[in-house]
């Protein structure tokens, strides 16, 4: 992969204009768009659900990238497929079963990532990774938005290089900015979320090409 995808979060966009929002960062240069989902339980915030990438989905073809921070994945995983996710990302601490949630992921035609919490050690996910499409490795605590990137966190991703098949998907995402990004690409990520950065930005398109 010679080009770094680089997935805004909606997080920090403007709610009330939302298809605008995911219009200007596409057009701007990014590839994806990151939906973070948050249960209230898994992480302290809820943000949103099912219904909001339903209507996205209506209102746009780009590339789905969709971060479930939820308790009980497997349970909504038809849910967010069926809503228009392209791509489904669980963490491995709210999973009892991840090969399941993996599976059921896979059994609904989207691709499949798993992500770890700064706290989670890399080789825990080590099992995994010639079944899945990505792994995202969180460079704050899930659950807010506008923190500072962990460093410690980013020595994860050459650790996951190693031992992961050529076409895997490394994602890195919290704190996410013009140097941290340099960071993470030379230890190997290809994928970047970035959500203040971008959306907090008076241009989007000079943001984005700052990251890639």
Request: glycine residues 8%; proline residues 5%.
């Given at each position: 992969?010679?080009?770094?995808?680089?997935?805004?979060?909606?997080?920090?966009?403007?709610?009330?204009?939302?298809?605008?929002?995911?219009?200007?960062v596409k057009e701007a240069g990014a590839g994806w768009i990151h939906i973070d989902v948050m249960d209230g339980h898994f992480v302290p915030n809820?943000?949103?659900?099912?219904?909001?990438?339903?209507?996205?989905?209506?209102?746009?073809?780009?590339?789905?990238?969709?971060?479930?921070?939820?308790?009980?994945?497997?349970?909504?995983?038809?849910?967010?497929?069926?809503?228009?996710?392209?791509?489904?990302?669980?963490?491995?601490?709210?999973?009892?079963?991840?090969?399941?949630?993996?599976?059921?992921?896979?059994?609904?035609?989207?691709?499949?990532?798993?992500?770890?919490?700064?706290?989670?050690?890399?080789?825990?996910?080590?099992?995994?990774?010639?079944?899945?499409?990505?792994?995202?490795?969180?460079?704050?605590?899930?659950?807010?938005?506008?923190?500072?990137?962990?460093?410690?966190?980013?020595?994860?991703?050459?650790?996951?290089?190693?031992?992961?098949?050529?076409?895997?998907?490394?994602?890195?995402?919290?704190?996410?900015?013009?140097?941290?990004?340099?960071?993470?690409?030379?230890?190997?990520?290809?994928?970047?979320?970035?959500?203040?950065?971008?959306?907090?930005?008076?241009?989007?398109?000079?943001?984005?090409?700052?990251?890639?």
């Amino acid at each position: 992969m010679d080009r770094v995808i680089i997935s805004p979060s909606i997080l920090s966009a403007d709610f009330m204009n939302l298809e605008q929002e995911i219009f200007s960062v596409k057009e701007a240069g990014a590839g994806w768009i990151h939906i973070d989902v948050m249960d209230g339980h898994f992480v302290p915030n809820i943000t949103i659900g099912v219904p909001v990438v339903k209507s996205i989905r209506k209102k746009t073809d780009i590339f789905l990238d969709v971060h479930l921070m939820i308790e009980n994945p497997e349970k909504y995983i038809k849910a967010f497929a069926q809503a228009g996710a392209d791509l489904i990302t669980f963490h491995y601490e709210a999973a009892n079963d991840p090969l399941k949630v993996i599976s059921l992921i896979k059994e609904c035609g989207k691709k499949a990532g798993i992500s770890i919490k700064p706290q989670t050690q890399s080789k825990e996910i080590f099992p995994y990774l010639n079944d899945v499409d990505l792994v995202l490795v969180m460079t704050v605590e899930p659950g807010f938005g506008g923190q500072e990137f962990m460093h410690d966190c980013a020595m994860k991703i050459p650790q996951i290089k190693e031992k992961a098949p050529e076409n895997l998907i490394i994602q890195v995402d919290g704190g996410i900015n013009n140097l941290t990004s340099k960071i993470c690409k030379s230890l190997g990520a290809n994928s970047l979320v970035a959500g203040s950065y971008i959306y907090g930005s008076d241009d989007y398109k000079k943001a984005i090409e700052s990251l890639i």
